[in-house]
């Protein structure tokens, strides 16, 4: 049995977070949730994690200060974002830091399918279909 | 001796007596002379008086004759300079006096304004309304009228005015005609109508940002869990086989169950409500969308042939509006120069422009083949598209309401009623751009966008 894909979702909303580990964990990914940033960086440093997906609007830091310090410090690690917001585009340095728009998924997530093949996509190397 | 000094006394007499005569003669012709040199000098003085008198009247005379000239050359350069309509009503309601603005207003040559009746050049919307205000002033009921005007104009320009009337009064105080000053004030409307739904935008915007996020996290829970609640009673999951056999039940019964009683249906009608109040923020979050993002140079036919695929291949303009039998005629102008745009915004635009003249489409009746007309031009500083459809068309009062948020024809739960807002935020708001709508019963729609080619205000 191959090693699962271990994946951190961040977000302060509750039902948010349920809903999405119930998904991914069908599918067989192994998922961390953490409420803010600063719990977040703490399972950053204490657990392997492929893939990160962060909420713009945390209680103790904006999600783009989260990418920008949590990349230098696990630059092997992905990070995308998960918005409400969907003029939301993304900052200048975090295109430096190589983000792209399509790192970008907006809140309500109308197909949860569609997710689970971007994780195993990017984690994998693999290009979407 | 004395004879002769006899005589040369009475000689000298005589010339004495002569003398005396001839001196009182002398003087007495010279008083009469005097007296007639008087009369004369006095005839010449009234007669002098008389001709400065008469010299003053004539230069009176010239003075006000002056003045009569330059006020007609006064009034006559008015009615010619002026950029507004002047007409002259007789008191059977034709025109018998007009200027070339006017005519001009009109789209009419003069030759064809003078005589005709003042009421048929009114919007028949309006007509009974003019007419009566215009018996009134005619009738000395009321003495001036000022008013907003719809004008018909030649082939469907028509225009707003500000008619300004007055009676013209003959010797008698009797009515001659009736005298109306006509000012276009189409643009100056426009600008208000503009203002008006800008400032509707924004109160919607201000209210959906605030909302709209909130809302989304909800929405989430309600829509990530159905999927998951889904896929848990469907057969595929490895999972769901292990605990059903854990608990002791028959998941393939389980499942037979749910089918009868309807959950299947029940959940996709969750995700479907749900869908559509996610489509619904979406929307409304478009109007709180400030300082596009991305602002590119973007070449409009291609712009457009984009946002023709994507109608096409709109899941729900497939299933109720079928665009495949839409005739799509392109008349672009391929020299026009790209445009700094977000063209994801423009082609959001687009797109919700298409799907509306779609669904006018799908209720015409059959006949005649379902046509979408796109034009480009160049018009100015403005680049212009227009999206021409020649299906029902819309009333007056559809029109003016038809960027309105929430307003829709569509029965309920089919329109949003935010399509054509979002469009008018984002061209209006995002751009600096100006968008209009022109409809004919039964003839068919048009939008017309005019963007700006230089954006550089666009924050």
Not at chain 1, 17 to 29: K, Y
Not at chain 2, 161 to 174: M, P, Q, T, V, W
């Amino acid at each position: 049995m191959t090693f699962p894909i271990s994946v951190l979702l961040i977000d302060d909303n509750q039902l948010v977070l349920e809903s999405i580990s119930a998904w991914l964990e069908d599918d067989g990914f192994k998922v961390h949730a953490a409420a803010c940033g600063a719990e977040a960086l703490q399972l950053l440093r204490t657990v392997p994690i492929d893939f990160t997906m962060v909420d713009l609007k945390l209680p103790d830091m904006n999600g783009e200060d989260f990418i920008i310090q949590a990349i230098r410090q696990f630059p092997a690690s992905l990070f995308i974002i998960h918005t409400g917001a969907q003029s939301y585009r993304l900052s200048r340095e975090l295109q430096n830091l190589g983000l792209k728009d399509d790192d970008i998924v907006y809140k309500p997530i109308i197909s949860l399918p569609l997710l689970t093949e971007m994780i195993r996509s990017k984690v994998l190397g693999v290009p979407l279909v | 001796m004395s004879i002769i000094l006899g005589i040369l006394f009475t000689v000298i007499c005589f010339i004495f007596v002569h003398r005396r005569v001839v001196k009182s003669k002398t003087d007495m012709l010279e008083s009469e002379l005097a007296e007639q040199r008087e009369t004369i000098e006095l005839q010449r003085i009234i007669q002098h008086q008389q001709q400065a008198i008469l010299e003053q009247e004539i230069e009176t005379l010239k003075q006000s004759e002056q003045v009569l000239k330059e006020n007609e050359q006064r009034l006559q350069i008015i009615f010619e300079t002026s950029q507004s309509g002047i007409v002259q009503v007789d008191t059977q309601g034709t025109v018998v006096f007009a200027n070339h603005r006017m005519a001009e207003m009109l789209g009419y040559p003069l030759e064809a304004v003078i005589g005709s009746r003042y009421v048929e050049h009114v919007h028949e919307d309006e007509r009974d309304m003019a007419t009566s205000s215009l018996q009134q002033v005619i009738s000395g009921e009321i003495d001036h009228v000022y008013t907003e005007r719809h004008y018909a104009g030649t082939d469907g320009n028509d225009f707003w005015g500000i008619f300004s009337g007055k009676r013209l009064k003959g010797a008698d105080g009797e009515t001659v005609a009736v005298i109306g000053i006509i000012t276009d004030i189409s643009e100056r409307k426009q600008m208000r109508d503009i203002m008006v739904q800008t400032e509707k935008m924004i109160m919607v915007g201000g209210l959906a940002a605030g909302m709209a996020h909130e809302l989304n996290n909800p929405l989430g829970g309600i829509l990530q869990n159905t999927q998951n609640i889904q896929r848990r009673i469907s057969p595929g999951l490895k999972a769901n086989d292990t605990i059903a056999s854990e608990v002791g039940v028959d998941f393939a019964l389980v499942q037979q169950y749910l089918q009868r009683r309807g959950i299947n249906e029940l959940l996709h009608h969750i995700t479907m409500a749900g869908t559509r109040a996610a489509d619904i923020i979406a929307n409304l979050l478009a109007f709180s969308r400030k300082g596009t993002a991305s602002l590119e140079p973007t070449p409009l036919p291609e712009l457009i042939n984009r946002a023709l695929e994507l109608a096409a291949c709109d899941y729900d303009l497939k299933k109720r509006y079928d665009f495949r039998n839409i005739r799509i005629n392109r008349e672009y102008d391929m020299v026009m120069p790209p445009i700094v745009m977000n063209s994801l915004e423009i082609e959001q635009v687009l797109l919700n422009i298409l799907k509306n003249a779609a669904q006018a489409l799908a209720e015409r009746p059959s006949g005649t083949k379902s046509q979408i007309t796109i034009r480009t031009r160049r018009s100015g500083q403005y680049a212009i598209i227009e999206v021409e459809d020649n299906g029902p068309g819309m009333s007056e009062e559809t029109c003016k309401r038809i960027f309105d948020p929430f307003f829709t024809t569509k029965e309920i739960g089919v329109g949003t009623g935010l399509g054509l807002s979002v469009a008018y935020a984002l061209v209006v708001n995002n751009h600096r751009g100006i968008i209009r709508v022109d409809s004919e019963q039964e003839k068919g729609t048009k939008f017309n966008i005019s963007l700006p080619f230089s954006t550089q205000e666009n924050a």
